[in-house]
Nanobody, 116 residues
């Protein structure tokens, strides 16, 4: 089993920055890739960014150039640096980890509010 705990959510003004963290524990050796999804009220959950164990990254078109996903293997933590946040970026951000058997593990979610 893998446990994921997000932190760093909160309120930010449009154009501001925020960094989310996702700390993994448990059977982390089985994790191949990690990423971030988000879900705004009334909308489907969507992939924001992902990173493989080898460091390859993938981003949604809507966040390219503004968001950066990274990982610190020594700390078993994945980060999502969000810059130039827009009001439509307000959502609950979820950390996900996927193991070699394609099992998905989810964190509890970190709310992000973008408002002046």
């Amino acid at each position: 089993q893998v446990q994921l705990v997000e932190s760093g959510g909160g309120l930010v003004q449009p154009g501001g920055s925020l960094r989310l963290s996702c700390a993994a524990s448990g059977s982390i050796f089985s994790i191949n890739a990690m990423g971030w999804y988000r879900q705004a009220p009334g909308k489907q959950r969507e992939l924001v960014a992902a990173i493989t164990s080898g460091g390859s990254t993938n981003y949604a078109d809507s966040v390219k150039g503004r968001f950066t996903i990274s990982r610190d293997n020594a700390k078993n933590t994945v980060y999502l640096q969000m810059n130039s946040l827009k009001p439509e970026g307000a959502a609950v951000y979820y950390c996900i980890g996927r193991d070699s058997s394609w099992n998905d593990y989810w964190g509890q979610g970190a709310p992000v509010t973008v408002s002046s």
